[in-house]
């Protein structure tokens, strides 16, 4: 019968791809891929040739629909995104609400994910933790979450870009106390993987003057916690940025 499969891909590292997750893209009918330019790479490395095409946030509902058609008549799909687990802040879930509102399989699998990797190399409590997907561009919006987010006591993981960090280090410690935890982690699994922790005063000081690129997880360890704990956890660490790596 038909099956919708959720295919997680590597976030940098190649060899970050499950065996069953290769088995799946050679053998489904077709491959949904978020950017076909980006799957392809990973298709070619992987020598599958099965068939691909696009399919992104906005893609209708009649394109929706035609998938769901083609479930329905016993079609097997893959659906990938560019980097790690698609509907991660990455598109799919229209898809998987059709398909299970007609009652027909979705298998997810496990897999990549940024947010996850960052937190449990963090060094900050990975007990509990709430993600918040890309920190937000207007301010008014960005008040509103560190507001919520000030008062929680679990590590909270946003995406950022590396041209907004500075400016979201910044918002932070205009709400935030200037000791609380944080980490930087850039570039996951991939050559200049690194990941920065230290007091938000730290970081702060140090993106001042350090330019960055790359992909970004950032990461506050819970604030009502931190003032708990008068903040003795991670920020008693040296700020050093780790080099050496083993891959
Ligand atoms: N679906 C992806 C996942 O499961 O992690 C996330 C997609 S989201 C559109 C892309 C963002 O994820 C980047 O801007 C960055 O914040 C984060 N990200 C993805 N790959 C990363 C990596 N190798 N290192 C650090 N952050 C990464």
């Known amino acids: ?37 980006q799957t392809i790479k990973l298709l070619n490395h992987f020598e599958i040739t099965t068939k691909l095409y696009s399919f ?7 394109e929706v629909e035609r998938h769901i058609e083609n479930l329905a008549a ?60 890309f920190f937000p561009r207007q301010t008014k919006e960005q008040q509103a979450l560190l507001a919520l987010v000030g008062e929680r006591e679990e590590t909270a993981i946003f995406y ?9 280090l910044a918002a932070m410690a205009k709400v935030f106390r200037l000791d609380t935890p944080i980490v930087v982690a850039r570039e996951i699994s991939k050559q200049y993987e690194e990941y920065l922790r230290g007091s938000l005063e730290e970081l702060y000081a ?8 790359g992909e970004i997880v950032l990461l506050v360890e819970g604030l009502a916690k931190a003032r708990a704990e ?18």
Do not use: W
């Open 1 to 37: 019968g038909g099956c919708l499969y959720l295919v997680p891909t590597p976030i940098g590292n190649l060899e970050d791809i499950t065996l069953r997750a290769l088995r799946l893209l050679k053998e489904v009918d077709y491959i949904l891929a978020e950017d076909t330019r």
């Open 56 to 62: 992104h946030e906005h893609s209708r509902q009649e």
């Open 74 to 133: 016993g079609q097997t799909i893959a659906l990938v995104s560019d980097a790690g687990m698609p509907l991660i802040n990455d598109p799919g879930h229209p898809l998987v609400q059709a398909a299970l509102s007609r009652d027909l399989l979705v298998v997810g699998l496990p897999g990549a994910n940024a947010a996850l990797t960052a937190l449990i190399t963090s060094g900050l409590s990975a007990e509990r933790f709430t993600y918040y997907g």
């Open 160 to 168: 950022e870009s590396p041209y907004r960090l500075k400016q979201t």
């Open 206 to 213: 140090y993106f001042q003057n350090h330019t960055v690129k």
């Open 230 to 247: 008068d903040a003795a956890s991670i920020s008693a660490l040296p700020l050093k940025e780790q080099v050496e790596r083993v891959m």
